[in-house]
């Protein structure tokens, strides 16, 4: 990985505007974004320069959700997601030293417990599609269940892959299966699906950490920090159901349990996300049908009306398969967030996509698979992941955080 600091105004890249680039590199979804949709600014929207068009926001409780339209979908059929990949066994997950000939390795050090490592897995894609991998997804079981620490793609077919995570489950050293899969965290009052899983409709699925847990991971990439913020979100979690007079017991259970999946499995702890959750998912879901003709592509996220993150993908069919995780990992944000209650409109959400302004840019690359570019400006930080494979060269996501 390379770091470089510099200056916006002094520095040109590719021969475009600093300024431009930058916005342009962090929050278009691939070259070309700039073709602007050309129809009138309809009620409730507020057009951006970069193509992107922020909608009236969908509000229930705390927590606000800002749909972002663009000017160009993207051709992302061909990736296969992580839970996919996991569903139909062709992409399996397991500790370090159960796969021998890793062809990527790196140097730092890593906390090691035998042959395995905390914050080191192996991956191995055994399908034809490239898998996309986002930060924030949990994969549950082996000795500890992990977090994926950066947005990432593995090439169809790959050699067994070094993956970087992080511990979210710091009381167990115990393996409960030799390979990882989905986490039973989600989608509590769905019927049960196949072993280790949730279920959305008939498919399990992944747990995607809180925006607090999941920055710890992006951003300060520290294994401590993430094990501290699991623990300040499952305190605050257990006050929250303590408050709302849950039965008797259960604060006591959430504070003692390390694993932040099973913190997420709680019944209570789902009945009060779900209340958040549900409406707003139902909402954008028809919201995104709606839409799929204008390219609904991602979202503007605040809680108790403080802007805190937006996930931007390349196409509507990317946002549609992350959606309803996404969705339930905000309104975990915001059952656990106490603050005054103000309210936030589409100007400072439009506002929030494109101040792009930074300081400080760091890439990391794999020739001809992807570019994970970070972004560090004023009070944010900003992550896009380029796909490099043939007949690609777009953003696939873009997320930023407020700090």
Known sequence: MSSKSKSAKKVSVMGMNPKVFLAVMVLAVGAGLLVVDQREAQAGEVAGATGYKVLEPIRHGNLTVFPVVAGKNYPTGEFLTLDEGLRSGEVVVTEMGNVQGLIRRHP??????????????????NSKRPLLLLAGEVVAGGKQ??????????????????LSVFCVEPGRWVATSQNFGTSGAMYGSAAAGTVGGPVHGNAPMTLM??????????????????????????????????????????????ASTS?????????????QVDAIAKPIEQSYHSLIRQLHDRNAVGVVVAVNGRIIWSDVFASSDLLEKYWPKLVRSYASEAVVTRA????????????????????????????????????????????ALTSLLPKTGFDVHVAKMAE
Do not use: C
């Open 209 to 254: 950490v809180q925006p607090s847990v999941r920055a710890k991971a992006m951003a300060d990439k520290d294994q401590q920090k993430v094990w501290d913020e699991v623990g300040k979100q499952r305190a605050a979690m257990a006050e929250s159901i303590e408050v709302t007079a849950a039965a008797p017991g259960v604060a006591t259970e959430v």
């Open 108 to 125: 730092r050090p890593a906390i090691r417990y035998d042959n395995a490592q905390v914050n080191r897995l192996v991956l191995v894609n």
């Open 340 to 383: 005054k209650d103000v309210e936030v409109g589409t100007k400072q959400a439009q506002a929030f996509l494109e101040d792009m302004e930074g300081r400080k840019e760091t890439i990391e690359s794999e020739p001809g698979i992807y570019r994970h570019t970070e972004v560090s400006g004023d009070g944010f930080k900003a992550f």
């Open 259 to 271: 694993s932040y999946a099973r913190v997420n499995e709680n019944k209570e702890v789902v009945k």
């Open 145 to 162: 269940d992990r977090v994926i620490g950066k947005d990432r793609i593995v090439p169809g077919e790959s050699d067994p892959v070094d």
